[in-house]
Structures are given as C-alpha cells and as structure tokens.
T-cell receptor, first 111, second 114 residues
Framework: QQQVKQSPQSLIVQKGGISIINCAYE??????FPWYQQFPGKGPALLIA???DVSEKKEGRFTISFNKSAKQFSLHIMDSQPGDSATYFC??????????WGAGTKLIIKP | DSGVTQTPKHLITATGQRVTLRCSPR?????VYWYQQSLDQGLQFLIQ???????AKGNILERFSAQQFPDLHSELNLSSLELGDSALYFC?????????????FGEGSWLTVV
C-alpha cells in the first residue's frame, strides 16, 4: 500500500513532441505529490508538485494531471526539448509518511 | 547548486573495508536524508535525521549507520563493504520533514567497491 508505481521505465520522444509519464498510488492518505528531475551525474531536483485539491498544475511546459478517484497522476512535458532528457521520479507522501518514490523514467528527447 | 555539500565525490575501496561519507546540509535545513542509487536504479531511502535525532529508517543495512551532529552535518558510515554496495550515495536536506517541503539533493558520493 506504500508503493508508487511509475511507468514507463524509459521513453523516447521526438523533439517538439509531448512526453507523458504516469504514476499510480494505493494509499489514499497521500496528499502531496512532487516530481523530481535528475540529470546524469547530478542529484534529483524538485520540478513541480501538486496536492489533490486541484486536478492540474502547470508550470511552463510542465503539467501535472491528477485523478484522485483513479489514484493516478501524470507528468506531461509539452514541446519536449533535448534539454529535457533526464530521469524523472514521481513521489507521494502525507504528514505521517516518508516520501515514497516511483522507480523513475529515463526520458530521451531525440533532436 | 543545491547548497548541499557531499564529500568525497568519488571513492574506490576494497571489499571488507569501511568508509565514511560526509554531508553538509543547506543552511537552515534541519532534516538530512541519505539515499542510495545503484546504476540505472531508483532512489532507495536509507535514513532521515531531524535536528540530530533519527526520524525515519528505510532500507538501511545493519552494516550501515549514520548520525547527525550538533552543527547539523551528517555522516554515513558503511562497513564490511561488499561489491554490491557500489552505488551513488546522495545526501539531501529540507527545512523540516519531506511532507510539503522541497528536498534538496547534493551531487552524490560515488562509491566503488573492488
């Protein structure tokens, strides 16, 4: 019940396309869902986060869509650029839990 | 630059040895986390300290231990090292707990056990 399942494991998208990474959770007590971005040789860094009181949050080309009833949330990267090539981690928590991490998605944007 | 400093950046050691990884959190951050990331693997949470006290434990082996000092820096001790301990070890920090707060990661310490 503590898992966050992330898919796909890897993703190749053409430049200018839309990258979509999906995550699903089981614990309905989770109410904080951040996404982290990790470039090779670097530590992860917070990209964007959402709470379940909204169904969507957008920051620039990055959008989180949240479906509370399905217990799913996803990251959409619009107009994907080669500089977006990185590993993306979804995660979830609430005040009683540590951050539970998805397994990560390696995204490659082809020029 | 996240403000989290880890040393050493790279370390090569033999099986059976012991190493210490050091972490200085961002100024003002009370929580320190340690994570392990093996090649092409996800992030494995090891342990969290908050203001000097252990707050949460993850998948940390008994051969590993950590502590957070009064000046809030932290050390991760890895002993009786095995080949499988070769990984990237991240330290991270946040103002308080992980819930609702940004976790800032250092650049990691690459450990190679030969």
């Amino acid at each position: 019940q503590q898992q966050v399942k992330q898919s796909p494991q890897s993703l190749i998208v053409q430049k200018g396309g839309i990258s979509i990474i999906n995550c699903a959770y089981e614990n309905t007590a989770f109410d904080y869902f951040p996404w982290y971005q990790q470039f090779p040789g670097k530590g992860p860094a917070l990209l964007i986060a959402i709470r379940p009181d909204v169904s969507e949050k957008k920051e620039g080309r990055f959008t989180i869509s949240f479906n509370k009833s399905a217990k799913q949330f996803s990251l959409h990267i619009m107009d994907s650029q080669p500089g977006d090539s990185a590993t993306y981690f979804c995660s979830a928590s609430n005040s009683n839990y540590q951050l539970i991490w998805g397994a990560g998605t390696k995204l490659i944007i082809k020029p | 630059d996240s403000g989290v400093t880890q040393t050493p950046k790279h370390l090569i050691t033999a099986t059976g040895q012991r190493v210490t990884l050091r972490c200085s959190p961002r100024s003002g951050d009370l929580s320190v986390y340690w994570y392990q990331q093996s090649l092409d693997q996800g992030l494995q949470f090891l342990i969290q300290y908050y203001n000097g006290e252990e707050r949460a434990k993850g998948n940390i082996l008994e051969r590993f231990s950590a502590q957070q000092f009064p000046d809030l820096h932290s050390e991760l001790n890895l002993s009786s090292l095995e080949l499988g301990d070769s990984a990237l070890y991240f330290c991270a920090s946040s103002v308080e707990g992980a819930y609702g707060n940004t976790i800032y990661f250092g650049e990691g310490s690459w450990l190679t056990v030969v």
